[in-house]
C-alpha cells in the first residue's frame, strides 16, 4: 500500500490539529509513485477564486485540474479513503466570514481527478451550526469538528458542546464520531 505524509500526522492527537495554525495556501503530498499540489492559482488576471490540483510522477504532469472556490482556502489532504489502493483529495475552504464551509472531493481514477459529491450535514447535524468547521484526517478516515451554537432571541451563542462527524464515502454520508 502506498505511504503518504497523512499516515504521519493521523498519529497527532486532534486537539493538536485543530490548535495548529492556520495552513499555508499551498500544500504539497507525496502518494506511491505520484507528487499532489494543491495551491491557490495566482495567475488569473482578476480573481483568485480559483484552486489548483495538479499530480505528477517522476517524469511528468498527468494532470493539472482548476476549481472555483468561494472564500478563503483552508487545508487539503490527500490519502485513501476508501481504502481501494487510490487516493482521494480533499479540498476546504471557509465563507461567509466563517459562517459556512466548503468541501471538495476528488478521486484519483484513469490518471484525472474526478469530482466527488460529498453530502452536506443531515437535520439533526446541522442543528446549531454556524461554520468555523475544522478538518483532520486520522487513520485514513476524514473527521469534522465544530462548535455547537445555541440561538437566543436574534443572537447565537456557543455551547459547551462540539459535534464531531466522519465521512463515509461509500455511503456518501457524515456519521457521528463517538
Known amino acids: 500500500m502506498p505511504t503518504n505524509v497523512l499516515t504521519r500526522i493521523a498519529l497527532v492527537p486532534l486537539a493538536l490539529l485543530l490548535a495548529s495554525p492556520a ?5 504539497g503530498f507525496e502518494y506511491g509513485p505520484y507528487r499532489i499540489e494543491v495551491q491557490a ?3 488569473a488576471l482578476m480573481s483568485t477564486t480559483d484552486y489548483e490540483i495538479t499530480v505528477a510522477n517522476e517524469e511528468l504532469t498527468l494532470t493539472r ?3 472555483p472556490f468561494e472564500g478563503s482556502l483552508s487545508n487539503s489532504f490527500v490519502t485513501d479513503l476508501d481504502r481501494d489502493g487510490a487516493f482521494e483529495v480533499v479540498v476546504t475552504f471557509s465563507h461567509d466570514e466563517g459562517q459556512q464551509t466548503g468541501i471538495h472531493l476528488y478521486r484519483w ?7 466527488v459529491v460529498v453530502a ?3 437535520d439533526v447535524q446541522s442543528a446549531g451550526y454556524r461554520g468555523g468547521d475544522e478538518f483532520a484526517v486520522i487513520d485514513g478516515v476524514l473527521v469534522r469538528v465544530f462548535q455547537v451554537y445555541e440561538q437566543n432571541g436574534e443572537a447565537w451563542q456557543a455551547t459547551a458542546a462540539q459535534r464531531r462527524l466522519r465521512y463515509a464515502l461509500q455511503e ?3 456519521i457521528a464520531d463517538p
Open 120 to 122: 452536506g450535514l443531515d
Open 109 to 115: 481514477k484513469d490518471y484525472l481527478l474526478e469530482p
Open 23 to 27: 495552513p499555508a495556501l499551498a500544500a
Open 41 to 43: 492559482n495566482t495567475d
Open 172 to 174: 456518501s454520508r457524515w
Open 65 to 67: 485540474l482548476l476549481a
